[in-house]
T-cell receptor, first 111, second 114 residues
Framework: DAKTTQPTSMDCAEGRAANLPCNHSTISGNEYVYWYRQIHSQGPQYIIHGLKNNETNEMASLIITEDRKSSTLILPHATLRDTAVYYCIVRGDSGTYKYIFGTGTRLKVLA | EAGVAQSPRYKIIEKRQSVAFWCNPISGHATLYWYQQILGQGPKLLIQFQNNGVVDDSQLPKDRFSAERLKGVDSTLKIQPAKLEDSAVYLC????????????FGPGTRLTVT
């Protein structure tokens, strides 16, 4: 089973920041938080990952709470093309290194 | 850089028939994954290869599903015989190494079993 819980769906106005929350209260010390998104009829696409520090790349920012039990993915200026299902995944740095996807958050960016 | 290629993109078969899917990973990627994604759910890992060896196939229904990765490059996933509940999108992904942070996904094959 997935180790994360996410809201089923969210709406965001175009041009505004989209903040997608994720709870991972049972995360272990060596487990990273990963975010992927899946645009309709495409395979998932990697966005960002982090361990305990906040991370930023050209696509998004990842804010992880100090206790690491939750995180937020931030899309700073959402566009219509950001409409997708966003998956938050917790993965350790040992064993098979596999991802276990949950059902994700369906983000709809509104014009 | 070419992405992960999959074929066919769509397939419709009747139950009890067999079907095969093909995947060509990104050149140089040692790790290859097959996922099953049922409508409304996240992808579920079926099997994971490191070169031509199996790393994890714990979720693969071995009575009807089989997969191989000959020569550690291309891979095929077969279902024989298919059931109605096998209707799903089958996604192939690859990564540079087993420990790589990022997996690259193909577009998937949409299977409909009638």
């Amino acid at each position: 089973d997935a180790k994360t819980t996410q809201p089923t769906s969210m709406d965001c106005a175009e041009g505004r920041a989209a903040n997608l929350p994720c709870n991972h209260s049972t995360i272990s010390g060596n487990e990273y938080v990963y975010w992927y998104r899946q645009i309709h009829s495409q395979g998932p696409q990697y966005i960002i990952h982090g361990l305990k520090n906040n991370e930023t790349n050209e696509m998004a920012s990842l804010i992880i709470t100090e206790d690491r039990k939750s995180s937020t993915l931030i899309l700073p200026h959402a566009t219509l093309r950001d409409t997708a299902v966003y998956y938050c995944i917790v993965r350790g740095d040992s064993g098979t290194y596999k991802y276990i996807f949950g059902t994700g958050t369906r983000l709809k960016v509104l014009a | 850089e070419a992405g992960v290629a999959q074929s066919p993109r769509y397939k419709i078969i009747e139950k009890r028939q067999s079907v095969a899917f093909w995947c060509n990973p990104i050149s140089g990627h040692a790790t290859l994954y097959w996922y099953q994604q049922i409508l409304g759910q996240g992808p579920k890992l079926l099997i994971q290869f490191q070169n031509n060896g199996v790393v994890d196939d714990s979720q693969l229904p071995k009575d009807r599903f089989s997969a191989e990765r000959l020569k550690g490059v291309d891979s095929t996933l077969k279902i024989q015989p298919a059931k109605l509940e096998d209707s799903a999108v089958y996604l192939c992904a690859s990564s540079l190494e087993l420990t790589s942070r990022e997996q690259y996904f193909g577009p998937g094959t949409r299977l409909t079993v009638t």
